[in-house]
């Protein structure tokens, strides 16, 4: 399972997906926008797509603004 991890708004939470192909970063985006209904589509266009892999295996994706000092 794969978990998204998506900051907006000063707010950040976590969403479990459940996939069987590789997202790009345009499929996370779209994620995002549909999950949060208020969201317009272009909301997270300049936003920073980060791919980790936990110690357990489990794939997670954070969905961030980009920083100043920083991608």
């Given at each position: 399972?794969?978990?998204?991890?998506?900051?907006?708004?000063?707010?950040?939470?976590?969403?479990?997906?459940?996939?069987?192909?590789?997202?790009?970063?345009?499929?996370?985006r779209?994620?995002?926008?549909?999950?949060?209904?208020?969201?317009?589509?272009?909301?997270?266009?300049?936003?920073?797509?980060?791919?980790?892999?936990?110690?357990?295996?489990?794939?997670?994706?954070?969905?961030?603004?980009?920083?100043?000092?920083?991608?």
């Amino acid at each position: 399972m794969t978990t998204l991890n998506i900051t907006y708004n000063g707010l950040s939470t976590d969403v479990p997906l459940e996939r069987e192909t590789l997202l790009t970063d345009a499929d996370v985006r779209r994620i995002a926008v549909e999950l949060l209904a208020p969201a317009q589509a272009d909301s997270f266009q300049h936003y920073v797509v980060d791919r980790f892999r936990a110690p357990g295996g489990e794939e997670r994706i954070y969905l961030r603004p980009k920083v100043p000092f920083g991608a």
